[in-house]
């Protein structure tokens, strides 16, 4: 019996005895977050959000939402600014520290997985390369590569693709910062599927919007946005 094959044979069973850490209090246990942090977030989740755009409110739907016409069906949000979780997000989404991906994802499918229904594919939120490029990575597109293993669901990256606004266009022209990639529709079709757009952090509803408007333009039946922080302080208009 060769080396390799024992150590294949160990290595996954010592990864899951090996001690970890809870990301908020540190304490030393088996889960990335404890029994006690997760309820603390649990509880944080008991306030009621409009269900279609996230935001913490009274009634099922906010008033917002209740007078205009979103073109996304329902919102999924993780939590909200005054969590615990937007450190940890903000690690991650900001500076790179994927390692916070793992406290996200376990706290993903302990309080919300169960709560939403299936869908047929999922969409990282377009993304300005210039920041990708400054960033050094694509936050919501690892975030889709995980939830992809997670769901045993496909994910495309490149159907919808981001451009900031040229210079050579008039203050006056209506301008839309979403593009979709006809040719590869023209291979897949998206037609009656229900599509997830993956946010790590979602500061207001307009530019959602425009996603959701393009893909139900070319075929999709109903799409929901899954986001780990709804932040409604930056909320304009």
């Known amino acids: 019996m060769s080396f390799q094959f ?3 044979k160990l290595v996954h069973p010592l990864q899951h005895l090996q001690p970890t ?29 409009c269900l279609i755009c996230g935001k913490p409110n009274l009634t099922w739907v906010c008033k917002a939402c209740a007078n205009a016409s979103w073109s996304f069906d329902q919102t999924v949000a993780l939590a909200n600014e005054t969590s615990r979780l937007m450190a940890t997000v903000k690690a991650f ?6 390692s916070q991906m793992v406290s996200i994802l376990y706290a993903w499918k302990i309080l919300i997985s169960k709560r939403i229904t299936p869908v047929d594919l999922i969409i990282p939120f377009p ?3 210039k920041i990708s490029q400054e ?10 590569k995980k939830w992809s293993r997670l769901t045993k669901t496909p994910y495309i990256s490149d159907l919808l693709t981001y451009h900031s606004k040229e210079s050579n266009v008039s203050k006056y022209s209506v301008f839309y910062p979403f593009k979709i990639n006809t040719e590869l529709l023209s291979i897949f079709s998206i037609t009656n599927f229900r599509i997830a757009v993956i946010l ?3 500061q207001k509803p307009h530019l959602l919007h425009e996603t959701a408007k ?15 922080i709804r932040d409604c302080t930056k909320e304009r208009g």
Request: proline content about 3%; glycine content about 4%.
């Open 200 to 202: 790590p952090h979602m």
């Open 93 to 98: 989404h900001y500076h790179g520290h994927f």
């Open 21 to 49: 850490c809870c990301v908020f209090c540190q304490q030393r246990q088996a889960q990335p977050i404890c029994y006690f942090c997760l309820n603390a977030l649990r509880e944080n989740l008991n306030y009621r959000q």
């Open 6 to 8: 024992i150590k294949k």
């Open 135 to 144: 960033r050094g990575f694509w936050s919501a597109l690892e975030l889709a």
């Open 214 to 228: 393009l893909l139900k333009a070319h075929g999709a039946r109903y799409v929901i946005n899954w986001v780990l």
């Open 127 to 129: 993304e300005d390369v």
